[in-house]
């Protein structure tokens, strides 16, 4: 709301993503992309798994959100997650590929951090 006018009516993704003009874009720091991961979920973005998890293979919740997720590409030198549902049920996977395709918008400038950051953690290790 600005000067008691409604700017934009909408859900939180498309007001992140999609702002109607540029109060509602200072509004919720559309820029911030650590925010825009918030609002996404692993099965936003999941793509169809057929064979039965390995041993070795981090499973995550299909609720759980993105920033959450990038933590395991980042620290645990992965390309896959699987995603399971509230049953235990596997429901999907989100490769890395996937991942960083879900935000072709935002990739020039967060594949550059992502690849800075995996970088320095590789370096650490």
Not at 35 to 63: S, T
Not at 101 to 120: A, E, G, M, N, Q
Request: proline letters at 2%; aromatic letters at 12%.
């Amino acid at each position: 709301m600005d000067k008691g006018k409604i700017q934009q009516f909408d859900t939180a993704y498309n007001i992140l993503f999609h702002p109607a003009n540029e109060f509602v874009s200072r509004l919720v720091s559309s820029e911030d992309i650590l925010q825009k991961l918030k609002v996404i979920h692993a099965d936003d973005v999941m793509i169809p798994f057929d064979l039965e998890p390995n041993k070795g293979d981090i499973i995550v919740k299909e609720n759980e959100d993105l920033k959450h997720l990038l933590t395991y590409f980042l620290t645990k030198n992965i390309d896959c997650l699987i995603v399971e549902n509230d049953n235990h049920d596997i429901v999907g996977k989100i490769t890395l590929q996937k991942y960083m395709l879900t935000f072709k918008k935002v990739t020039i400038k967060f594949y550059s951090h992502f690849l800075y950051l995996k970088l320095i953690l590789s370096s650490w290790l």
